[in-house]
């Protein structure tokens, strides 16, 4: 079946510019995760969405970061006013409820903030 | 946040089996051990995890010292396709939701 799919796959932004980052995750999976990966690092937990209620977002950097999962499915990652130090691969990951210890993870949207 | 320490790097050969190591001496009772990895290019996929007995799957086996301060991947005839970077993660059981990648072992696999 459809993996988790992420789009775009590579965007590059101004600094000051906003953008969002979009996640499809797989049908049925109640819990979503975003995660930042700088260059050569492993990925840092940002937020986690059960259905469609954030449940923790102690990890988003600062307040300029939002994410939303609205119906419960597609889940933005919405950076406002980017900066240089925001550019990173960004993970998106699901899971079912029961099985939270095996995410799957779409391939990420490398963000370069110039 | 939990913490392991695994080597940045390792070298196998192809059909020759892997142990990769992971220390967590600060590990609690209740934390999950998991391991992930990361193909080039790629978001990183569940490989294994285990509480306190030696796990087996169809990818690796997962063995767990006494103490629990320390874990070992073994994956048991390596391949071209198993060159990546794998994360050792601790998880807390009543944090259940986050994941502490940290660096990770880059595995390189020679032909």
């Known amino acids: 079946g459809a993996g988790v799919s992420q789009s775009p796959r590579y965007k590059v932004a101004k600094r000051g510019q906003d953008v969002a980052l979009r996640c499809d995750p797989i049908?049925?999976?109640?819990?979503l995760f975003w995660y930042q990966q700088a260059l050569g690092q492993g990925p840092e937990f940002l937020t986690y969405f059960q259905n469609e209620a954030q449940l923790d977002k102690s990890g988003l950097p600062s307040d300029r970061f939002f994410a939303e999962r609205p119906e419960g499915s597609v889940s933005t990652l919405k950076i406002q006013r980017t900066q240089q130090e925001d550019s990173a691969v960004y993970l998106c990951a699901s899971s079912t409820r029961a099985r939270t210890y095996e995410q799957y993870f779409g391939p990420g949207t490398r963000l370069t903030v110039t | 946040d939990a913490k392991t320490t695994q080597p940045n790097s390792m070298e196998s050969n192809e059909e020759e089996p892997v142990h990769l190591p992971c220390n967590h001496s600060?590990?609690?009772?209740?934390?999950?051990i998991h391991w992930y990895r990361q193909l080039p290019s790629q978001g990183p996929e569940y490989v294994i995890h285990g509480l306190t007995s030696n796990v087996n799957n169809r990818m690796a086996s997962l063995a767990i010292a006494e103490d629990r301060k320390s874990s070992t991947l073994i994956l048991h005839r390596a391949t071209l396709r198993d060159a990546a970077v794998y994360y050792c993660?601790?998880?807390?059981?009543?944090?259940?939701?986050?994941?502490?990648f940290g660096s990770g072992t880059k595995l390189n696999v020679k032909p």
């Open positions: 049908s049925g999976h109640v819990s």
């Open positions: 993660i601790l998880r807390e059981l009543y944090n259940f939701n986050k994941f502490y």
């Open positions: 600060t590990i609690s009772g209740t934390d999950y």
